[in-house]
């Protein structure tokens, strides 16, 4: 098994740190680039930066925000939002990020996916997969887009498999019914995504105590634990979460 990965996650919206609940109802959480170094310093294995208002405003990552977090980091970055040509792409990786995250994007030109891992390569293209429950669906669950506001009725676990095949590197399925209410991550969701690709899975949207992180590991099967609100309002320390997941027996970085 490999060493797991600890990645808080800045979720921008006008130049600041925000968290909402369910996607809405969002809350100012400081400065970007003060908490980017200050995760960083408490043993951050990787940082990940989405510009969550980017498509909805139906314009590009704000670039500016990129360079000013890379500045102060030496973790890798995934920066995600408003992503949706390999020329994004490429500005984004330049401006200092080690890896791009796409959603709607890689929905509405699956295509995109395969392009950009055959030239960046897949270790830099990770796909963010937002989904809700739905019975109709095979799997349970619905893919969602659009900051959670547009519902496909397509499922989002055969969309990881199709992702995973077009050459994504990393997936990152959030639940839109976890999502800030750290009553713990959706680990039917996350199981369900890890169990069909063999490419490492972000479990993401919910984490609320020590107890989340390892069942995102032991029952979820993820490998990176994502978290926001929990790092952002001091609830937890990135050290605690750590020595909690050794205390277990599970390999961590760092």
């Given at each position: ?5 600890i990645?808080?996650?800045?979720d ?7 968290k ?22 408490e ?16 314009r ?23 992503i ?29 996916i395969?392009?950009a891992?055959k ?7 990770t796909?963010?997969i937002?989904?809700?429950r ?26 990881a ?18 999502d ?7 680990i ?12 490492p ?6 984490a609320?105590k ?17 978290a ?18 050794r ?8």
């Open positions: 098994m490999e060493p797991l990965r990645m808080p996650c800045l921008m919206k006008d130049g600041r740190v925000v909402g609940v369910n996607f809405v109802n969002l809350k100012e959480a400081g400065d970007p680039v003060k908490n980017a170094a200050f995760y960083q310093q043993g951050a294995d990787e940082l990940a930066m989405l510009d969550i208002a980017a498509t909805l405003e139906n590009k990552t704000r670039l500016e925000w990129v360079k000013k977090v890379a500045a102060v980091i030496d973790i890798p970055l995934t920066v995600g939002g408003g949706a040509t390999l020329e994004d792409i490429e500005l984004v990786l330049k401006a200092g990020a080690a890896k791009v995250s796409m959603n709607s994007a890689a929905v509405n030109n699956p295509v995109l395969k392009e891992a030239k960046f390569g897949s270790d830099k293209i796909v963010a937002d989904a809700k739905n019975k109709a669906m095979p799997s349970g669950f619905e893919l969602v887009v659009s900051g959670g506001t547009k519902p496909l009725a397509k499922d989002a676990v055969e969309w498999k199709q992702c995973e095949e077009l050459g994504a590197g990393v997936i990152l399925p959030t639940s839109m019914d976890g800030g209410t750290k009553s713990g991550y959706d039917e969701f996350t199981k369900a995504i890890s169990s069909a690709v063999t490419v899975v972000v479990a993401s949207g919910g609320g020590l107890e989340d992180f390892y069942e995102a590991v032991a029952h979820g099967g993820a490998s990176i634990l994502l926001a609100s929990v790092f952002h309002f001091r609830m937890l320390s990135i050290g605690e979460v750590k020595n909690f997941l205390q277990k027996g599970l390999p961590v970085a760092g």
